[in-house]
């Protein structure tokens, strides 16, 4: 609960860059009641069903990483979702935030398999999975309500197997191999409004 109050402000004073990507909330008014959704993060984390990170750069919060869907047994699997501050956008916070953390969930936690679901529009975090090496896996229609509607997400994958010598190490050491990538994303047909239009 420390960094409630950091983080309020955070998301309260980058709106304009943040709300293309917040989830909202399809049946009722949106709220950014930020102590409730820590409150909400921590019951998930005492139910070690997710578990929540800040993200710092030179020692000061400039955003959050949340690991979400934990399950184990014969899925063993979690999905991870974040996002950083403008200031520190693109000087690689949220690839080494995303591959530590994977790292964790593999080899602290024993999951097998980290997903990542990124709207086809936001390049930046397309930008992230592609560094690290997450395979494409697909897209899920309307699957998450972002910005006051469901969106499409790409579907980005990880498991143990492909990484045994850790997902930093293998980014850092550059020895991520080159993957399919979605191509053409402005040209991406998307499902959303299922009225034929590109984008949303």
Known sequence: MRDAKHLERLILGNREWLRP???????GPNSFDIRGQ??????????????AF????????????????ILYGSVSSAVIGYWIAPE???KGS?????????????????LHRVEIDIRPENVASLR???KLGFRHEGLKERYIHINGAWRD???FALTHEEVIGGVLNRWI?????ALPFPKNLTEFKHTELNDGTLGS
């Open 21 to 27: 990507w917040e989830a909202t909330n399809p049946v």
């Open 38 to 51: 820590v409150r909400g993060l921590i019951r998930q984390m005492d139910a070690q069903q997710g578990l």
């Open 54 to 69: 800040v993200i710092e750069v030179e020692g000061e919060i400039l955003g959050q990483l949340n690991v979400a869907n």
């Open 88 to 90: 520190a956008a693109g």
């Open 94 to 110: 949220v690839p080494t935030a995303v591959a530590l953390a994977t790292d964790y969930l593999f080899n602290v936690v024993g």
């Open 128 to 130: 992230v999975v592609q």
């Open 153 to 155: 997400h790409f579907v």
């Open 173 to 177: 050491k550059n020895e991520v191999p």
